[in-house]
Every structure is written in structure tokens, then in C-alpha cells.
């Protein structure tokens, strides 16, 4: 088996005491006066079991908040060589910017302090505020200068679109620290799960997280993000991926009577996010067993293997064995670019071709 990048790997902070030796006395008192238990994202019913995988919760705490045991199930024995793991603790919810970026940095610094400094295979995504584009460009800088934080996490369900200019200060400063920037399914701000106004049921806000990723992306290339940093790479985390075909389609059919209004996109939609955006494959959304006609199919409507990371999901319970779904249907050579090339050059990993 190639030894694997792991793309998508979630953590969790246990309770919010564990964040208080990274913040300030103000913040402290503040938590401890208000009575606040922290900011735990509310995605999954905590007691189902799509919430945490067999075995992956531990004697006490949230699932992932346990490193030995995250360890043990990511990283050890025929596990990936390396693993990136994305905080989503609701920092973007709040509406207290002040506060709001406080944890930001705490979370960063408590995942430095906790997890990268716990095993030398783990690597982490920068968390930041989307609603403070100068405060989240000053923490992309600050994190930057440690080699262990490899890219930018941003919520998908955010106030306005990514593509917006507002945002721009946290693209420059990421294409300047030479990190992507990875879009996770996530609330930030008081705008409705769906496009279509708020879901009653869990399985509403399931069924459209892709949704809201297939909406940034759109703007991301429609409002010229790529042209102004050309240099910036995107990296869209937990939403599935055969959805691409027909939104590439559907968007270079109306660039071509509508690009007077973006003159910035000089090129199709589907050559920009062929050269700009990558796809993690957890959860793989394509047919059970599919047969390798289809799987051709689906690697020529892409473009090329080369759009695809691998991702385990870990500790969350609701997709399939990427084997089973994907990665056995692949030649050798495609199989060891979705797990260890395509990320090892993304994120400029020295992860040697070897097999474990």
C-alpha cells in the first residue's frame, strides 16, 4: 500500500479550559464570568453513530480529541504516512470579531502545542476568521512561519460569497506564504444552511453540503480570485467530487455568452479550476463497485487524476471505504498520485514513493 496523504484528519478541542493557556487573561475571565463551554460545531448528532467511526471515540472527551488515539488510527501500522489535520471549532460563528479572532489564535497555537508537537507525521490547517480579512491575513502570517501548518481552513456557509473582494487580504496572504486555502463544509455567519432557506432535518444539511462548495467555487472563478493570485490553490474538503463534470459544463456553456461581464476570466471556468483547485475524494459520492468504464469516463470528464486527494475523513462515519469506492478501480500509477503524489506537491511534502 502507498504510503498516504491524509488531506482531511478532524480534531477536536475537548472543552474550552484546554485553549485557556493560549488566551489572554480578558478572554479567560471572560469565558469563565459568562460560563462559556466553547464552540464545538454542532454538524452530526453526537450520539449517532455517523458522528465518530467504530473505536474512534475515546474514554473521555469528543471524538478526536484524543491523540493517542487519533494516532493510533490515522498514522500507525498500514496508516498514512502523513495527515493533515482541520480544526472545526465554530470560531467564524461568532459575531464578536474581537473575541472571534482570539480563539482563532488559540486554536492555531493550542494545535501547535498539542498535536504537531506530539508526532512529527501530523501537519494542520490555519484557522481564521472569514468576517476579519485583515485579522485572518496578520494569523496566516503569524502560523506561516512554522513549516507544520500547510494550509488555510475556510467554513463553506459563510456571509457572502469567497469570490467576493472583501476576502482578498486572506488569498494574498496565503498565495504569499505559498499555502492553499481549503473550504470545508462549516457555518460562519447568520445565513441559511441551504440556498433555499433554513433545513428542518440533519439530513437536509447532509444532502446539500456540496451545494454551498459547488456556490464558492463558482464565484471563487467568476469573480477573478485566480487571476488576481495566480499563485493561489484551493482545496475543496468533504463534499464529494463527480459533481464536477456537469458544473464545469454547465459554467463554460454560460461563460461563453455571458464573459463580457468577467472579462477577467480569459479562459474557460474548467481550465481555471483544473489548474487552480483540488478534490478531496472523502466521501466519494459516485455509483457502488463502479465499473472501470465509468470510472474512465469520470477521469476523462475531470481532466486528470491529478484533481484528486485522498482523504479519510477521520473521526466521521459517513462515507465509504475510498478503496472500495475509488482508489482500488485505479491503475498503480493513479492510485499512488491520488494518495501521496498530488498532495506531496500541493503541500510540498517530502514524502519518498515507497509502499507500506
Known sequence: MVAA???DVHHA??????????????????CVEGRIEGFAPAFYPPGMPLSARPGARPAAGPPGSDVDLLRDRVLDGPGAAVAVLNCLYAVGALHNTDWAGALASAVNDWQAATWLDADPRLRAAIVVVPDDPAGAAAEIERCAADP???????????????????????YAAAERAGLPVAIHPGVAG?????????????IEDYANAALAIQSQLTSLVAEGVFTEHPGLRVVLLESGVTWLPPLMWRFDKNWKALRREVPWVDRPPSQVIREHVRFAIAPFDGP???????IDRFLTQVGSVELLLYASDHPHWHDRDPHEA??????PAERERVLRANAAELYRLDVPEVTR
Do not use: E, K
Open 5 to 7: 496523504i491524509d488531506v
Open 13 to 30: 478541542v475537548p472543552g474550552i479550559s484546554a485553549l485557556f493557556p493560549h488566551l489572554p487573561d480578558r478572554w479567560i475571565d471572560y
Open 148 to 170: 507544520r501548518f500547510v494550509q488555510v481552513l475556510l467554513p463553506a456557509q459563510t456571509t457572502t460569497p469567497l469570490g467576493r473582494r472583501v476576502h482578498r487580504p486572506i
Open 190 to 202: 447568520a445565513n441559511a444552511l441551504s440556498p433555499v432557506g433554513w433545513p428542518s432535518h440533519y
Open 288 to 294: 457502488v463497485d463502479p465499473p472501470r468504464d465509468w
Open 326 to 331: 475509488l482508489l482500488d478501480h485505479l491503475s
